[in-house]
């Protein structure tokens, strides 16, 4: 169930905002930058033009010591450094910490007509939904803003991923939300200390009957979750997200990995480095001769109805509509 009481800007005087549609451009990665660092700050515009969408991190990675800092650069980059069109976004501390009520205090009042999404880390249920959209409503009527800034969550402890459909259902603000691997492995007290991606111990053995060499292949661990996290977003019309890969050297694994999720329905990932935005950009773009295909498909079928045969394999409406998902994509990141 949807938040009955959470609209956008609820305490503006006049008539309501209608809901916003949830904007879809390229998302095919989100990429983090630290705003305390100058170095960082100084790459901002080469990034934005690499970049689908631009991040601010607040939360974990950067120390306490460095939060302001780190808040204050935020502020900077939106309202001094040129980003072109490309989509702002922060991820504040976490609800409970003693950081987030400044760092959204201070964003919306200072760069929220330029700040598209919150991301929300470690959300456990609908009520921390509620929570930031009832503080984003107040500071933007505060604010005299009249574009609804929107709420991305990170699926990253056992009690989020139990209550996934109620997260991704809890406002209409709600964007998406992001698989986060290492904080969800220590709350589920897996046996491990890695950012995202596999384990070489988390394997299937073939069959000893079958194959005398008995070859073992490595299972993905994170298959289960983003399972359950692209259904109940795509049954909220929301969009899922692969979360960091922290292997920045293993661009190898890091594909494997992004792949795995963009097929199984995920729109994009975060990119923890450079070099991981071009992975992100292979992986999420469909490939031109699938696209061909599924533009075969479209044309043999132009009622998208019926059964049809092309190349040897059956076509009927569900593949109609399968096709229809990547020609669209291909034709949104052609735009
Ligand atoms: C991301 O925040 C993660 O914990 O993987
Ligand atoms: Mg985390």
Redesign the pocket.
């Known amino acids: 169930m949807r938040n009955p009481r959470s609209h956008f800007a609820p305490l503006a005087i006049g008539a309501p905002e209608p809901l916003r549609e949830i904007p879809v451009g390229p998302m095919r990665m989100i990429h983090f930058f630290d705003p305390s660092s100058e170095k960082m700050l100084a790459r901002l515009p080469d990034m934005a033009a690499s970049a689908d969408i631009l991040l601010g991190n607040l ?2 990675a950067i120390p306490a010591d460095r939060k302001e800092a780190a808040r204050a650069g935020l502020v900077r980059a939106g309202r001094e450094i040129d980003l072109g069109s490309t989509p702002l976004w922060t991820r504040v501390n976490a609800l409970e910490s003693p950081w987030v009520l400044d760092d959204l205090v201070t964003l919306v009042t200072e760069i929220g007509s330029r700040l598209d999404v919150v991301m929300v ?1 470690k959300v456990e249920g609908a009520w921390d939904i509620h929570y930031v959209d009832r503080l984003l409503a107040q500071l933007e009527a505060r604010a005299g803003l009249s574009r609804p800034i929107l709420i991305h969550a ?1 699926l ?1 402890t056992a009690q989020g991923v139990a209550n996934v459909e109620e997260i991704a259902n809890a406002s209409p603000r709600m964007q998406g939300m992001s ?6 492995a220590a709350s589920r007290r897996m046996k491990t200390t890695r ?2 991606g596999g384990h070489p111990g988390y394997r299937v053995l073939g069959d000893p009957a079958g194959d005398a060499a008995r070859p073992s292949y490595q299972q993905d661990l994170w298959h289960y979750t983003i399972g359950r996290m692209v259904d109940a977003c795509a049954a909220a019309g929301i969009f899922p997200f692969y ?2 890969f922290g292997d920045i050297k293993d661009l190898e694994g890091c594909e494997a990995q992004f792949r795995g999720a963009y097929l199984m329905g995920c729109v994009g990932a975060w990119s923890l480095h450079p070099g991981q935005i071009a992975v992100a950009k292979k992986v999420f773009s469909p490939e031109p001769s699938e696209v061909a295909f599924a533009k075969r498909v479209l044309e043999a079928i132009p009622d998208g109805a019926g059964v049809h045969m092309i190349d040897g394999k059956m076509q009927d409406d569900a593949t109609w509509k399968q096709s229809k998902v990547m020609v669209d994509l291909a034709e949104l990141l052609a735009a």
């Open positions: 939360e974990d880390p990170i990253e698989l986060g691997p290492a904080d969800l950012v995202g979360g960091p």
